[in-house]
Structure formats: C-alpha cells, structure tokens
C-alpha cells in the first residue's frame, strides 16, 4: 500500500514570497490533516478536511495560508506572502475514519525554509 | 500552560538499557493516547496507541497511562541503536485532531 506523498521535499525562499506544497493521502483515506512541526516542537494541526470539506481550520493564520482539497484527493497547502517564522516542516496526514481513534498516516513532510 | 507538556531530553543510553519517556496533560477530556516515533527527517510513525488506564505492552515497549494523574509514560526494554530517533506522545478527545508533546530525541548507544 502506497503511503502519503509529498513534495517538495526541501523548498528555500526568500521572505515575502510564495511557495505551494502538494499532498497526495493513502488511497481511500477520507480525512486529511496539515501540521507544522517547527524545529524542536511537535506538530501543530492547521487544517483537516473530511472529503473535500473543511472540519477545522481553527489554527491556520487565514491572511498568508491557505489551502484545498479539490475532488477529496489531492490537497494543496500554500503560504502567501512567507515569513521567516513560517521556517519549519509541513506535514500532511491522512486517515480512514473521523471519529473514534486509530492511526493517522503521515507524509515525509516538506521541510521550508525562509530567509 | 500548554494541553501537553513531555520531558524535553535529550536522552543518550548505552544499548541494552531502560529508556523511559514522559508526558503530563491538561485536558482531561482526552480519550486516547498514542507515541509516535520520528526518525531523522521522515513523518511520526504509530508506535503504540491505549485509551484505558494500566499498562499496554507490544515487545520491547510498554505505553503506560494514568487517568487520574494526567501522566503517560512509554518504556523501551533492552534499547537498540535503531531505537534511536525522537519520541512524541499524542492524544486525542476521539475526532483524530491529535496534541502533540514536543518531542523527546533518544539516542541509543552502541
């Protein structure tokens, strides 16, 4: 079984700019998750969808990120204009169920860097 | 006060010992409990997941929870050197939006 996809891997750009991460979850998974793990912390959800529809974005700074889930696939996070905090690894996770507990299944992540 | 505090590490241990890795919470309406191990530049992985007070063992690990106390604890039995990686404990109120510890980094000594 495929697990979840992302790219880029590593991405630097200068502050002000924009950059977009893509995200690809396990194959009938109907929930996605973005976190942020910035160096030495854990990771800080900033958005999840169930299908296509947003449940939470309760933590997602709505004035420079935004992010899509088109056809409850695929999701795009992207952060416009960055700063220099936004410094830190976006990982995406996916899950078959919304309730209950089990296992959420993380990317690799896309490690950012703002100078 | 944060909703998950975890003792910060790092540990270094020679091959063989007990690793023992704590959390404390605040929140107590959370039901579950996990550890995720992060290797160096890879996604958390599940390693253990309990939603009941007492003790849960899978090999070499043993997930330890505390209701009463807000307090889990994740021991590792006779450490590898592929142990070596950082630990996060997560928990959940049973909608799969998890709390993150901020990590402890183990290093396990050959």
């Known amino acids: 079984e495929a697990g979840v996809a992302q790219s880029p891997r590593y991405k630097i750009i200068e502050k002000r700019q924009s950059v977009a991460f893509w995200c690809n979850p396990i194959?009938?998974?109907?929930?996605l998750y973005w976190y942020q793990q910035i160096l030495g912390q854990g990771p800080k959800l900033l958005i999840q969808?169930?299908?296509?529809?947003?449940?939470?974005d309760s933590q997602l700074p709505k004035d420079r990120f935004s992010a899509e889930r088109l056809k409850g696939v695929d999701s795009t996070l992207k952060i416009q204009p960055a700063k220099l905090e936004d410094s830190a690894v976006y990982l995406c996770?996916?899950?078959?169920?919304?309730?209950?507990?089990?296992?959420?299944?993380f990317g690799e992540g896309s490690r950012l860097t703002v100078l | 006060q944060k909703e998950v505090e975890q003792d910060p590490g790092p540990l270094s241990v020679p091959e063989g010992a007990i690793v023992s890795l704590n959390c404390t919470y605040s929140?107590?309406?959370?039901?579950?409990f996990m550890w995720y191990r992060q290797y160096s530049r890879k996604g958390p992985e599940l390693l253990m997941y309990?939603?009941?007070?007492g003790n849960k063992e899978d090999g070499r690990f043993t997930a330890q929870v505390d209701k009463s106390s807000k307090y889990i604890s994740l021991f590792i039995r006779d450490s590898q050197p592929s142990d070596s990686a950082t630990y996060l404990c997560?928990?959940?109120?049973?909608?799969?939006?998890?709390?993150f510890g901020a990590g402890t980094t183990v290093t396990v000594r050959a």
């Open positions: 969808f169930q299908n296509n529809g947003v449940v939470d």
């Open positions: 997560a928990m959940s109120e049973g909608d799969y939006k998890l709390s």
């Open positions: 194959s009938g998974h109907a929930t």
């Open positions: 996770a996916s899950s078959l169920l919304i309730l209950g507990a089990g296992e959420l299944f």
């Open positions: 309990t939603y009941s007070s």
């Open positions: 929140n107590s309406a959370f039901q579950y």
